[in-house]
């Protein structure tokens, strides 16, 4: 298994684009989380999901943040529109057991 | 949510043992204790939990204080591959909520 996937590792958007960020985790896990990663305030948890159906989106900075989970080898976290303010890197993870297991992350810079 | 306190810093000189202490004075019967680590552009990584007892396992030992309110994270062998920040977390309900943590410095 090569572990959680995250796509692009590094992503370069003008303010005002759309950017959609993807996530393929380990098959096995019952819930998946998407992270934030700032200077600022370090790792923030955004949304997680439960047998693919969103639990808690508390986290979630603005609308302009969606998650979805369509299956169970698949989600994506899109931002729409982009703000410098986005700027940071993103974690997905997997766990539901006794620990989490977090991907390389996407590095998100918006000029 | 559960809070935890760090140290923003430690050092340790390599080959010796390094102790993280975590201070989480409001923990609950049920929160488990998670210590995650996180190394230079890397995604955050397991390391051991516990509940009431201490743990070891191949990477470290967690010592649990009797009432819970804090613990500590035992590195026997500090190496510079250990460089990193060391999150203590409190676990529930499969949420992970990071505080600050500890970066560990290595000194060769």
């Known amino acids: 298994d090569a572990g959680v996937i995250q796509s692009p590792r590094h992503e370069v958007t003008e303010m005002g684009q759309e950017v959609t960020l993807r996530c393929k985790p380990i098959s096995g896990h019952d819930y998946l989380f998407w992270y934030r990663q700032t200077m600022m305030r370090g790792l923030e948890l955004l949304i997680y999901?439960?047998?693919?159906?969103?639990?808690?989106d508390s986290g979630m900075p603005e609308d302009r943040f969606s998650a979805k989970m369509p299956n169970a080898s698949f989600s994506t976290l899109k931002i729409q529109p982009s703000e410098p303010r986005d700027s940071a890197v993103y974690f997905c993870?997997?766990?539901?057991?006794?620990?989490?297991?977090f991907g390389q992350g996407t590095r998100l810079t918006v000029v | 949510d559960a809070k935890t306190t760090q140290p923003n810093s430690m050092e340790s000189n390599e080959e010796e043992p390094v102790h993280l202490p975590c201070n989480h004075s409001t923990i609950s019967g049920t929160d488990y204790i998670h210590w995650y680590r996180q190394l230079p552009s890397q995604g955050p990584e397991y390391v051991i939990h516990?509940?009431?007892s201490n743990v070891n396992n191949r990477m470290a030992s967690l010592a649990i204080a009797e009432d819970r309110k804090s613990s500590t994270l035992i590195l026997h062998r500090a190496t510079l591959r250990d460089a990193a920040v060391y999150y203590c977390i409190l676990y529930n309900f499969n949420k992970f909520y990071f505080g600050s943590g500890t970066k560990l410095n290595v000194k060769p």
């Open positions: 993870a997997v766990g539901g057991g006794t620990e989490a297991f």
């Open positions: 516990g509940l009431t």
């Open positions: 999901f439960n047998n693919n159906v969103p639990i808690d």
